[in-house]
């Protein structure tokens, strides 16, 4: 698969909710190769501190070449991140890793816990492509308030999505775990596809699993390359054996996992 | 050569019997086996490339979490993971051999017959070039002592590999201990064609939060800009301790680091966390090089290796 390393021109910064921007900018060889699923390395600072770049799920490819990252603030690269301004430049390398598998169209599940929901809006925005309505395909997104999640509820449904939210505060729509939405319709569903917390992966891989529904994940780890060289991106397969999550993943199918670490 | 300006700038250096077109090579574990940067990287343009160490039978590696950045570099615990030597020539080799570029293997065992073992399993393969030897290993028979702690271990391992192969063998210095020159003296006495230093500082990270590791493994090797004023000091004592050729490695990401390493002493340098955030750390500082000796009025690199001046008091 095709990689690049460019500097790409910020063009646009949202601030989404307080901590929480959207980046848009220019980088036509990453944005004409990303599958959905797969992720930036960009680096946040050309000072050596902080010195590793930092991994970011595409969250969606634009017309005229343009990605957009979503992210959190919560250490000291997501800060520098949140205090570029549009005509920065940042130097990306990408698309990286394994995305989602999306050759066939069934009967889908999207579920994304905090900025988790990145990649799914590529994903979701992808799935279109195959041209079939998307109206008995649900979307189950998760957040702290309704602040954090309204507009990405707003965005999906506008897809055409069924959407459905789940929020820590009960500030909007079901108030507890974004994972109790689905066993109403699980038995309905032919694919599940979820990004978040690992706990909230945990259960909804369970889930499928009783129910025999296909799941696939997206996991997060330190990375320092996401290149495949550092070696240091391991978590437990379910084999017992060391996976790799840049290459192997970012997306992996659930029964891959061992969801007990 | 290249030609800069009307000017011919001769790279070539030597260590030993192995001739380098430039003196710029990567890391071991920092640039997995090459093919991992192959879109990124213009492989052709290397000095050198160095693969990550291989031991005799694959090795699983450490639980996570492995990696962790700290000011200015980082500190891993990888634990030496590694495909073993049989996956390593019967998947790896190949994609190497098509690099034009000379291919190091780095080596690194928990006895001195496991690296000598190495060392014969490697030797007559087409397109391997050196040996670099890792002693920052734990000897098992010794209750885990580092071979690279002690001039007797250092000395064994040494004079095992020597005794297996014919290909150039480089001994990989750690800088964990009091002095490194009477580590590389004696690995010189027992016949290494070169030296290269330094790997991985010993260090370790705390989460105040949940008052844990920051590294599942407690410690780890601390690497990147933050070890280069260590690695580079080393490197000075070091070169004018021995008469073998000297490797310079320890946060090495411009030309300007490069050069400092080469004005003390190396004859060629390492890079190797710098991989990780700038693939192309490596091609650039071949430009840079070739800039400096221009503008320096040099035609050949190795006028400048260990050119340092230092005024009398
Ligand atoms: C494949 C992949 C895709 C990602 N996509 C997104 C995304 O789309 N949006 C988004 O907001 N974040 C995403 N992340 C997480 C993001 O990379 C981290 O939040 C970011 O690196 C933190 O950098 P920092 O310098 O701000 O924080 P640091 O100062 O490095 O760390 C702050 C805190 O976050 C923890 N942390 C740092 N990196 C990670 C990580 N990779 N996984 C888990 N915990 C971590 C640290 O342990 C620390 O407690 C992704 C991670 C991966 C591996
Ligand atoms: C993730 C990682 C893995 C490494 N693996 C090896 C290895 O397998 N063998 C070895 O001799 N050195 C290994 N090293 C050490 C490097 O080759 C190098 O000596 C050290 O990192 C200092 O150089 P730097 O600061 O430029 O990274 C590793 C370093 C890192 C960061
Ligand atoms: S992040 Fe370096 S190997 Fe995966």
Known sequence: MPEFQEKAPLLQKEAIAPGIFRLTMHAPEIAGAAHPGQFVM?????????????????????????????????????????????????????????????????????????????????????????????????????????????????????????????????????????????????????????????????????KCGQAAVFCQVSLETHMACGLGACLGCTLTGADGRYIHVCRQGPVFDAEEVAWTT | MDNINGMDIDLRVRLGELRLRNPVMTASGTFGYAREFSQLVNLHRLGAIVVKGISLKPRPGNPPPRVVETACGMLNAIGLENV??????????????????????????????????????????????????????????????????????????????KGQTDLPVIVKLSPNVT???????????????????????????????????????????????????VALRMVWQ?????????????????????????????TAIEVGTANFYQPRAAESIIDGLRAYLAAQGEDSVRAIIGALQIDEA
């Open chain 1, 42 to 206: 960009v680096q946040v600072d050309t000072s050596m501190d902080p010195l590793l770049r930092r991994p970011f799920s595409v969250h969606q490819v634009t017309s005229g070449g343009n990605i957009q990252i979503l992210f959190k603030v919560v250490g000291q690269g997501t800060a520098r991140l949140a205090r570029l301004t549009p005509g920065d430049q940042l130097d990306c390398i990408g698309p990286l890793g394994r995305g989602f598998f999306l050759d066939r169209r069934d009967r889908l599940c999207l579920i994304g816990g905090g900025m988790g929901i990145a990649p799914l809006y590529f994903l979701a925005k992808r799935l279109l492509q195959t041209g079939e309505s998307p109206g008995d395909d649900y979307v189950f997104l998760g957040g702290r308030s309704r602040e954090e999640i309204s507009l990405f509820a707003a965005e999906f449904f506008d897809l055409g999505y069924t959407v459905k939210v789940s929020t820590d505060d009960g500030s909007m729509g079901h108030h507890g775990f974004v994972t109790d939405l689905l066993g109403p319709v699980l038995p309905d569903m032919e694919r599940v596809y979820t990004c978040g917390p690992f706990p909230m992966m945990r259960i909804a891989a369970q």
């Open chain 2, 84 to 161: 073993g030597v049989q996956g390593f020539l019967e998947r790896k080799m190949e994609f190497l051999r098509g690099v034009n570029s000379r291919v190091i293997v780095n080596i690194l065992g928990d006895s001195a017959a496991e690296y000598g073992a190495l060392a014969g399993k490697l030797t007559g393969i087409e397109g391997i070039d050196a040996l670099e030897v890792n002693i920052s290993c734990p000897n098992v028979k010794k209750g885990g002592v580092a071979f690279g702690t002690d001039p007797a271990m250092a000395t064994e391992v040494t004079r095992t590999v």
């Open chain 2, 179 to 229: 002095d490194i020159t009477v580590m590389a003296r004696a690995v010189e006495d027992a016949g290494a064609d070169a030296v290269s230093l330094i790997n991985t500082l010993i260090g370790m990270a705390i989460d105040v939060g949940s008052r844990r590791p920051k590294l599942a493994n407690v410690i780890g090797g601390l690497s990147g800009p933050a070890i280069k004023p």
């Open chain 2, 238 to 266: 070091v070169a004018r301790a021995v008469s073998i050729p000297v490797i310079g490695i320890g946060g090495i990401a411009t030309a300007e680091d490069a050069l400092e390493f080469l004005l003390a002493g190396a």
